[in-house]
């Protein structure tokens, strides 16, 4: 009666927490609390969608309280200045996950829904306070009515106004314009990242530098060390190669709206899944998730096969 409704809710709660497995679980706790309360279930009240929103809300809400925000390394302090610097993790910050677009389901919905998971926006969500996170998110992404937000945060129409405007404030000197995170990912953005993908496999750093923009932007958590600068990217990446040598292999990948790939290190070992943002014909952020244990949920192994099915 519910899955039709799954990847809704999983995009929503990701949203809400940044982490794709929390996600998933509180999907789960919805789904299983919207089975135990069918029979009470009003349709002149509400649609099934927003019943459902309203108790993944609720279970979101529940879920962040006392939790820390999730961000990438751009959100806790400068950008460095040394691409040599130690590359050492930072294992006690509950680090932004990449959301896999597959698990959005539905295609006719899944376009929607991935403007709206865009990394920037989905760094941004985790600065407000939960109530606005809330607010921003039904109203803005999934462009329910007030009326509506309110019936599902329980409170006036004033109320959530006036949480979308502090929210709105807050995501000015945050994000991009809300309204360019609902536009569709350009199908060219994916041609730039498979170039890059070929100077990467190829070690052909300079071939690479020519896809960046100027102020381009590298980030790679859980390390907190990013970089600004085409200059700054292509010192990292000759360290890289000089470092672990030629032979990276790569699967081209969906995340977050946007272009993506695995990359796995010489010899096969799962390496990162490595999220783009491109405009203009170049690479404007690249964000590289180095945790091998986010490849099972992209539905890829070690080796870089798909998973076997389970």
């Known amino acids: 009666m519910f899955e039709e409704f799954r990847g809704d809710l999983t995009a929503h709660c990701y949203r809400m927490l940044g982490s794709i497995q929390e996600a998933e679980d509180l999907v789960q706790e919805t ?171 190829a070690g052909d750093v300079p071939a690479l530098t020519r896809l960046l923009a100027d102020d381009v932007i590298l980030e790679m958590p859980p390390v907190d060390l990013w970089l600004a600068g085409a200059g700054h990217y292509r010192t990292f990446m000759e360290r890289v190669f000089a470092m672990r040598g030629a032979g990276w292999r790569t699967v081209p990948l969906a995340a977050n709206g946007s272009p993506a790939l695995a990359a796995y290190a010489p010899g096969g070992a799962a390496h990162s899944i490595q999220v783009f943002t491109v405009s203009g014909g170049l690479i404007r952020t690249a964000v590289t998730f180095v945790d091998p244990g986010l490849f099972e949920l992209f539905g890829l192994d070690a080796p870089g096969r798909p998973a076997a099915p389970k």
């Open 31 to 201: 789904m299983l609390r919207a089975w135990k309360a069918s029979g009470r279930y009003d349709p002149a009240r509400a649609s099934v969608r927003t019943w459902l929103h309203r108790i993944a809300t609720n279970a979101c809400l529940t879920a962040i309280e006392g939790r820390a925000r999730r961000p990438l390394p751009s959100g806790l302090g400068p950008a460095g200045d040394d691409p040599y610097a130690p590359l050492t993790p930072n294992l006690e910050v509950p680090w932004l996950q990449p959301f896999p677009d597959a698990r959005l389901g539905d295609p006719a919905d899944a376009a929607q829904q991935r403007a709206g998971l865009r990394l920037a926006f989905v760094a941004a969500l985790q600065l407000l306070p939960a109530r606005q996170r809330a607010a921003l998110v039904l109203c803005e992404v999934l462009q329910l009515p007030a009326a509506e937000v309110a019936q599902i945060l329980e409170c006036g129409v004033a109320s959530v106004n006036s949480s979308l405007q502090r929210a709105r404030a807050t995501l000015r000197t945050a994000a991009p314009a809300l309204d360019s995170l609902r536009e569709p990912a350009d199908p060219a953005e994916r041609t730039v990242v498979a170039r890059y993908a070929a100077a990467f496999e």
